[in-house]
């Protein structure tokens, strides 16, 4: 089976441009998880999707959305970018639920400057 | 919220020393995961332990679950420098439906 797959994998932006980042879990896994990891702030949950619904959201401002089709690929989008965005974003996904096994993507290294 | 903390948060260590990284959660888990990242990738999960005082190995990794299910350790005997990552433990919110990862503990190990 194909792992999960993140896109692009480097990204470079300016303040206050936006960026779409694109997620393809593993076949058959419905639940899709997204991280901010940081080198002060460890790996902070975003959000997660299930059956294209939003089931869970974690302490980030509205600029940081996510959205998920019906084939279970998700998308994140973050908008009017500041320094503080720059991290390396993982998906991760799961059978069920985003409190079962994670398996992360390769993740999408983004560098605001 | 639910918080999840490990010590030490680095340690660099001589090939074949042991090294040992603890984890302790605000809260009582119904579960425990471990996940290693190496530099540069992403985190890959290890293993998981759902029972009180539960102990499981894989060759020179000793995992052990806490008898209040609210603390959890991973032991590296004879560390290989294949060993270097860092080394988070997760466990499920208990108010929400996703993990908590725990503030990683980064091992670096000289040959």
Redesign the interface.
């Known amino acids: 089976k194909a792992g999960v797959t993140q896109t692009p994998r480097y990204l470079i932006k300016t303040r206050g441009q936006q960026v779409t980042l694109s997620c393809s879990p593993i076949s058959g896994h419905r639940s899709v998880s997204w991280y901010q990891q940081t080198p002060g702030q460890g790996l902070q949950f975003l959000f997660e999707y299930f059956s294209e619904t939003q089931r869970n959201k974690g302490n980030f401002p509205g600029r940081f959305s996510g959205r998920q089709f019906s084939n279970s690929r998700s998308e994140m989008n973050v908008s009017t970018l500041e320094l503080g965005d720059s991290a390396l974003y993982l998906c991760a996904s799961s059978l069920g639920t985003s409190r079962e096994t994670q398996y992360f993507g390769p993740g999408t290294r983004l560098l605001v400057l | 919220g639910q918080q999840v903390m490990q010590i030490p948060q680095y340690q660099h260590v001589q090939e074949g020393e042991d090294f040992t990284t603890y984890c302790n959660s605000s809260t009582t888990l119904s579960n425990i995961?471990w996940?290693k990242q190496r530099p540069g990738?992403?985190?890959?999960?290890l293993i998981?332990l759902v029972k009180s005082g539960e102990v499981k190995k894989q060759k020179r990794l000793t995992f052990q679950f806490g008898e209040a299910k609210k603390n959890s350790s991973l032991h590296i005997t004879a560390t290989q420098t294949t060993d270097v990552g860092t080394y988070?433990c997760?466990g499920?919110?208990t108010g929400?439906?996703?993990?908590?990862?725990?503030?990683?503990t980064r091992l670096l190990v000289s040959p």
């Open positions: 995961q996940y990738g992403h985190p890959v999960f998981q988070f997760a499920p919110d929400f439906q996703k993990l908590v990862f725990g503030t990683g």
